[in-house]
């Protein structure tokens, strides 16, 4: 199935897909995977993410990403917008994958750059494949968005949305240009303050383990109920990501939650994201308990 990839996105919950492997990591686990994708969806987010940084782009080689995204994209069935990750790459590894997520119908590509050599150029190439969620971020640290973010949104049409991970107060730059592209948290812990200062939505991992939670803070914000948008963060939302959220074992512990919970088989993670060591793990499972992410 193909899915037209000029579809406008809006402001909400979007959601980074963790990627399912067998026991010993070897294969995707397609059952996981559907079993995640209903997960989320029944929580009501607005969009999803497969193979992104949460989904171990970084671990797999193109057939891999190419194999989780067609199935993603089957499962969802159009039900949500599906962006596919391109993670630490420059322009020839762009390129192939940008290929393959226009080929198989993916609504956009949320790509982070490398090196921060050739952005303006970069993200134009890659948008004329497919439309870009614009990664503020590369591997030698953060753009400006004044002088690498805007120029490129100014000069392609084929910016999809904006994720801002490096600086939370990109979003007070923000809200004094006229974008007409929703602009999304990409550092979960800072939800909250970029909600007040102007966000359109998240764009999370957590969102992955506690959808129902990003889902509920998002509409109270919307709603404009921020005292009780500030207590559901602060007590529900908050000491979870302080502890799934933080690399290298941001994903390892995401994903024993969602085993936990009985939606995926197995936490295995890949290379270069360790399992979380045990201390970790089982002080984790006491807190997801005491918050009811998981039962006792």
Known sequence: MTIANDIKLKGGVYTLLLTPFNEDGSL????????????????????????????????????EIEEVLDFVLGHVNGRVPVGMGIISVDLNDAMKAAKIASRKGANFAMVKKRSYNDLH??????????????????????????????PIVNDCDRIAA????????????LRHEANSIPVLCGSDMYSLITYLCGSDGVIAGSAAVMPHHEVILYKLVKAEKWNEAREHFYNKMLPLITFITPDPYAFSVAKHLLKWKGIIDHATTRLPYPKADDWHLEEIKNLATKLEIIDK
């Open 28 to 63: 995707f686990d397609p059952h996981s995977m559907s079993r995640q994708i209903d997960y989320i969806l029944e929580s009501g987010v607005d969009g999803l993410v497969t193979c992104g940084k949460a989904g171990e782009f970084e671990g797999m080689n193109l057939n």
């Open 121 to 150: 150029s970069f993200f134009l190439k890659v948008a004329d494949e497919i439309p870009v969620m614009l990664y503020d971020m590369t591997n030698e640290g953060k753009l400006s968005m004044l002088h690498d973010i805007l």
């Open 162 to 173: 904006l994720k801002v991970s490096g600086d939370i107060g990109s979003f007070d730059v």
